[in-house]
């Protein structure tokens, strides 16, 4: 069983800054792209939003919700994906999720969850106001 495992959530103010970090292990064949989505409190039973994908090869995709703010990156020899936060807001709280997939990113698929799996299990991420 592939297992994803985040860390780096927690308390910040707002305007603060966050990295998570997302560590993999490398499929036996094929290739990873990578995702962060996330889901807002008491939004359970809602499709988890998309925050920003990359594919294997660098590519990256992020939300007009964070762009400007939030960059996803990959190191690929350490099997570990990044998102860096900065300029944090309240409506950013959240847990966040990591997520692969071997499917090649195609037609803006890359913000859609169904394509994703597995997943981590999240990281808690609480913005104050």
């Known amino acids: 069983q592939v297992r994803l495992v985040e860390s780096g959530g927690g308390l910040v103010q707002t305007g603060g800054s966050l990295t998570l970090s997302c560590t993999y292990p490398?499929?036996?064949?094929?290739?990873?792209?990578m995702a962060w989505f996330r889901q807002a409190p008491g939004k359970d039973g809602e499709e988890r939003e998309f925050?920003?994908?990359?594919?294997?090869?660098?590519?990256?995709y992020h939300a007009d919700s964070v762009k400007g703010r939030f960059t996803i990156s990959r190191n690929n020899f350490q099997n570990t994906l990044f998102l860096q936060m900065n300029s944090l807001k309240p409506e950013d709280t959240a847990v966040y999720y990591c997520?692969?997939?071997?499917?090649?990113?195609?037609?803006?698929?890359?913000?859609?969850?169904?394509?994703?799996?597995?997943w981590g299990q999240g990281t808690q991420v609480v913005v104050s106001s």
């Open positions: 997520a692969s997939t071997d499917r090649a990113f195609s037609a803006g698929s890359y913000s859609q969850p169904q394509i994703y799996g597995p």
């Open positions: 490398k499929r036996p064949y094929g290739s990873d792209s």
């Open positions: 925050v920003a994908a990359i594919s294997y090869i660098g590519n990256t």
